[in-house]
């Protein structure tokens, strides 16, 4: 029993000793932290800011008889913007212009023209242009007025004169350019105005006068003539006319009060009336 007490009084010495061996440890540390906190960073007195020693009077009068005296507000505000060490800070505000923008206004009207200014020396020639695109084709003409006739017909019978005159056709078909000439009726139909050129060539009949004409609708235009003879002759006659639209040309025979013919066979051709535009009316 005795032994128990001695052993529990040594250990309550023992934890006494542990815990303020522990105190002094901390407190050791604590200095040697402390020391190292000032070597590294060193306190600078000067570099404190040090407050003037002003001496602030127990009463001054700070307005007349008739004045109101300054607020606690106003007279704290003015001796701490008079003080640099409590100076307050400056707020610049930044304003974005393009917030204030506003909308684009109505165009004005247009203002009266200035006066013509001199003018100025002729520039230099430019280089040439690029070549334009193809053009729309054109309306389509009309397809009954061209611009190109010819025709040459012949004849291979021979032909007598009768009691009444008579019409000249002819059998055999040469050239006839978009049929302007009618062979069942022996005339020449004119769908293009114009100047035209007209030749008749016969071969006389022996013994028997020739005489025909050269029509324009029912007018006579030209004669062809030759006078009876014991050898037969080639005749020609030739003439231009200013031909409208709708005029006829054709070759009629003279009747039966002179004796009179035109000769031609069916191997060769003797007869023939030929006609050609020169120029046409709307050029």
């Known amino acids: 029993m005795a032994l128990d007490v001695l052993l529990l009084s040594v250990r309550k010495q023992n934890l006494q000793a542990s815990v303020q061996d522990r105190f002094k440890m901390r407190a050791i540390l604590l200095l040697l932290l402390a020391s190292s906190l000032r070597a590294s960073n060193p306190l600078d007195e000067k570099a404190l800011p040090k407050r003037e020693n002003r001496r602030v009077p127990s009463c001054v009068r700070c307005c007349g008889p008739s004045e109101q005296p300054a607020s606690v507000t106003a007279s ?20 974005d212009i393009t917030i204030l923008k506003g909308e684009k206004g ?4 247009r203002g009266v023209w ?9 520039g230099q020639r430019g280089h040439p242009g ?13 397809s009954c007025k061209q611009h190109y006739v010819a025709f040459s017909v012949a004849r291979r019978k021979p032909l007598h004169s009768s009691d009444y005159y008579q019409h000249v056709t002819f059998d055999t078909e040469l050239v006839n350019l978009y049929q302007h000439f009618n062979m069942f009726t022996g005339k020449f139909f004119c769908y293009v105005p114009g100047i035209y050129f007209f ?8 013994y028997k006068e020739t005489y025909l004409h050269i029509m324009k609708n029912d007018n006579e235009a030209a004669i062809l003539y030759s006078q009876p003879s014991e050898r037969s002759i080639m005749q020609s006659q030739s003439l231009m006319l200013d031909l409208q639209e709708g005029d006829e040309v054709w070759v009629r025979m003279f009747k039966r009060e002179r004796e009179n013919a035109i000769y031609s066979e069916e191997s060769d051709v003797y007869i023939t009336f030929n006609g050609h535009l020169i120029k046409p009316e709307t050029e």
């Open 130 to 142: 690029r070549k334009g695109q193809k053009g729309q084709p054109g309306l389509p003409g009309d």
């Open 114 to 122: 200035g006066p013509q200014g001199k003018a100025g020396q002729p």
């Open 76 to 95: 704290r505000y003015a001796r701490m913007t008079s003080d640099s060490f409590y100076s307050m800070p400056r707020i610049r505000p930044t304003i």
């Open 199 to 206: 030749n008749l060539n016969v071969h006389t009949w022996n």
């Open 106 to 109: 109505e165009r004005g009207d």
